[in-house]
């Protein structure tokens, strides 16, 4: 239980990290561009729209994978 409890806590600060990125890094190019990558999918219709992040999806996948595989050495 002691390594779950290190896991929750390790992953707790990761995402108050991002969350700190994200929130105070709005001016900075990428963090800016980020949900808006060519790539991404927008329809809009007359009665809905469809927002499809893929190639935003594939970035943070690729970028979570890196850290998760530096974190684990």
Avoid: E
Avoid at 3 to 20: E, T
Avoid at 37 to 61: E, K, M
């Amino acid at each position: 239980m002691v390594h779950l409890g290190k896991a929750l806590v390790l992953v707790g600060l990761l995402v108050a990290l991002l969350g700190l990125l994200i929130w105070g890094g709005s001016s900075l190019p990428l963090v800016n561009r980020l949900g808006r990558l060519p790539g991404d999918v927008y329809i809009q219709r007359d009665n809905f729209s469809i927002y499809l992040p893929i190639a935003t999806c594939l970035v943070l996948s690729i970028l979570l994978s890196l850290l998760i595989g530096l974190l684990r050495r």
